[in-house]
């Protein structure tokens, strides 16, 4: 077996992606709608499971992070007190003749790429989508959808200490779709304007915001190897003092090697106590901690690890993609690490002779309820191995004509392509073992 390690190409992801329902352009019956994408039947199932890995590791696995989520809307001095209002701006030009709009520190030249018309002079840009409540459309109805989950996380900083009466340092996770009218978009799910988000602000005492910062940026990256991305393509980016926010004494990007290079997968961001003290000002109510050790009250430092799940979820599919050889033919195989993979087993009736479809069908019904599952009959039995390869599915389970008398299948393995022998009694139990040994 060889493998080609090179990075895949975008275009060979989205069409892979396409033909087997991961993901579909939106609206395409309408000729699609710019940089929006729907999840398939495969994508919703791998979006799922990127968003419970992360769950499981931020929240299930820790006894110090709790999770929310908060909704979409929210008061619009939020965004005031956030800085989102004033200051979540890109400096934009717009040309004169068709109205094409670049960001300003996007374009080399004085004219416009698409039609050749000349610029106006740049002008600030919010990338807030807004709205209003109710029926009227007036300015004191104005709402916001958010640009960031975290914001929900803040404000609700007070109810969450006092309810679950969790001592500093505590962290509070979310997930949920966010919004921002980006002016470039592109590259499929790296950058679009409808996205989702998962964040975790980790409050701390001051003073500690450093050994929390370096623990956050590790913790995160392991993250990504421990659910199957090569390390040789993440790397931490710190950020130099004249990049950083005005608010953050440190950032750091964990970076992925992208087919266009080196980009931001995820944000670690130590960002003092400027939320809480911000939200206090424009609330006028107390976000301060009250520490029994020291007897004082104080408002805690942040540090914020905050990832773009379709990101990782891009990532998730150009890392698994490889190309191989096996017995002089071409096999294109996902290696999806399998908590990440849609579909963990399928049922394959060796052929579609009427003798084996009762039993692969029970057998299908006995797998279902514990791992999801797909069951599949249609052409000879290697192109199914291939297109289960091509899915990432870890093991593939046959029912041949001996299954009709020894009551066991075979489990094939994806990445091995080792095949056993399994009384069917044992199946649950031996797809479990397999699976928990992956740590899945
Ligand atoms: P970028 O510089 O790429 O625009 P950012 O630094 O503005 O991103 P953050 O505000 O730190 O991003 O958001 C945290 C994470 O949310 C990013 O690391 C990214 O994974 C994700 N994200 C941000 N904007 C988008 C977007 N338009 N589409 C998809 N994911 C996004």
């Not at 996770?173 to 996205?195: I, P, Y």
């Not at 944000?267 to 206090?280: N, V």
């Not at 050790?293 to 150009?318: I, K």
């Not at 017995?327 to 049922?347: D, L, N, Q, S, T």
Request: charged share 30%; with cysteine; proline share 5%.
């Amino acid at each position: 077996m060889s493998e080609d390690q090179r990075t895949v190409e975008m275009e060979t992801i989205v069409s892979l992606c396409k033909r087997r329902g991961f993901v579909f352009q939106s609206s395409e019956i309408y000729g699609g709608f710019e940089s929006t994408w729907d999840y398939g039947p495969l994508g919703v199932e791998l979006k799922n499971n990127v968003k419970r890995a992360w769950w499981r590791a931020m929240v299930q696995e820790r006894d110090d992070i709790v999770g929310i989520d908060a909704a979409i809307l929210m008061h619009p001095r939020v965004w005031e007190a956030s800085g989102h209002v004033q200051e979540f701006n890109d400096p934009m030009v717009q040309c004169k003749e068709r109205g094409h709009r670049f960001r300003a520190d996007h374009v080399e030249s004085e004219r416009c790429p698409e039609c050749g018309s000349e610029f106006l002079p740049p002008r600030q840009f919010n990338m807030m989508f807004k709205t209003h409540a109710g029926p009227a459309e007036g300015d004191e109805n104005v709402v916001f959808l958010r640009p960031e989950t975290a914001q929900g996380i803040f404000v609700n900083f007070e109810n969450v200490q006092t309810t679950t009466r969790k001592k500093l340092p505590f962290g509070i996770a979310q997930q949920g779709k966010s919004f921002r009218n980006e002016v470039t978009t592109g590259n499929f799910l790296f950058r679009t304007r409808e996205f989702e988000q998962m964040e975790m602000e980790f409050f701390v005492k001051p003073g500690t915001e450093q050994e929390w910062y370096d623990y956050w940026r590790n913790e995160r990256l392991d993250w990504f190897v421990r659910f199957g991305v090569r390390p040789e393509n993440l790397r931490l980016r710190e950020y130099d003092p004249d990049e950083l926010a005005h608010y953050s004494s440190g950032t750091t990007d964990i970076e992925y090697l992208f087919p266009m290079g080196w980009s931001e997968l995820e944000g670690i961001a130590s960002r003092t106590d400027f939320d809480l003290k911000a939200h206090q000002s424009y609330s006028g109510k107390s976000l301060t901690y009250f520490d029994d050790e020291t007897q004082e009250h104080y408002v805690p430092y942040v540090v914020e690890p905050a990832c773009g799940t379709d990101r990782a979820v891009l990532v998730m599919l150009l890392d698994a993609y490889r190309e191989e050889e096996v017995k002089g033919e071409k096999r294109i195989v996902m290696r999806f690490h399998p908590a990440i993979a849609p579909y963990k087993v399928a049922v394959l009736p060796l052929s579609r002779n009427e003798r084996l479809a009762p039993l692969a069908k029970e057998v299908a019904a006995l797998v279902r309820p514990h791992f999801m599952s797909t069951y599949d009959d249609a052409q000879s039995i290697g192109r199914r191995y291939r297109r289960q390869d091509e899915i990432g599915t870890p093991y593939c389970v046959t029912v041949d004509f001996e299954s009709l008398d020894d009551n066991a299948v075979t489990v094939r393995d994806r990445d091995s392509m080792s095949q056993d022998r399994v009384e069917i009694a044992d199946l649950v139990a031996d797809l479990r073992t397999r699976l928990a040994a992956t740590g899945a």
